[in-house]
């Protein structure tokens, strides 16, 4: 995932598919646990642990899924 910000993926986040999804966090999860970058706060034992929770929650089936339709509705207020 070399040049994509965080931001561009995190924007196509509703149209991944579970499966999808789950090899984001698995690769993300693996990309933060090889970093050497020790001063960045992104890199944090915090948020390695929220990458874990989120990883289980996808594998654990809970997951919120909205149409497109839907997301428009919230978007609009």
């Excluded at 990309?31 to 948020?47: A, G, R």
């Amino acid at each position: 995932m070399a040049g994509v910000t965080f931001a561009q993926v995190e924007a196509q986040l509703p149209f991944f598919s579970e499966q999808q999804l789950r090899s984001i966090a698995i690769t993300v999860k693996q990309l933060l646990s090889n970093s050497s970058v020790d001063s960045d706060p992104f890199y944090s034992e915090s948020n390695l642990k929220a990458i874990d929770r989120s990883l289980k929650e996808l594998e654990e089936g809970k997951v919120i899924v909205k149409t497109m339709q839907e997301l428009e509705v919230m978007a609009d207020g």
